[in-house]
């Protein structure tokens, strides 16, 4: 599965880990997990994407990220990416998203 959501038991932490692509399927994948869990706002303490294992992202891949932040609602306090490589480390900066996500490098 090359998205896996995993919401924490106090309903405060999700989870988004994406494997291989991140392109246009897979964005599509993560809205409709998000549609069927009922809807509206998440109110959630911290949003984590893994990107561990991520090899390319596209447009679609950025555009979903800012939809998974802006479905958060402004009481999330943690927005993190994390395990990026130096490739997707350069498209988030180009994207200008180091402003909006706490940026994790992958660890080696």
């Not at 993560?30 to 447009?59: H, V, W």
Request: aromatic share 6%; proline share 1%; with cysteine.
């Amino acid at each position: 599965m090359p998205v896996d959501f995993t919401l924490s038991a106090d309903r405060r932490t999700l989870r988004v880990r994406v494997d291989g692509a991140f392109t246009f399927a897979q964005a599509r994948e993560c809205i409709a997990a998000l549609r069927g869990s009922g809807g509206g706002t998440l109110a959630l303490d911290s949003l984590r994407f893994a990107l561990d294992e991520l090899t390319t992202m596209n447009s679609a891949a950025l555009g979903t990220m800012l939809y998974l932040k802006e479905r958060t609602g402004a009481r999330c306090a943690e927005i993190v990416l994390s395990g990026c490589s130096g490739q997707v480390r350069d498209v988030l900066a180009a994207a200008s998203l180091e402003r909006s996500f706490e940026i994790q490098e992958q660890r080696r």
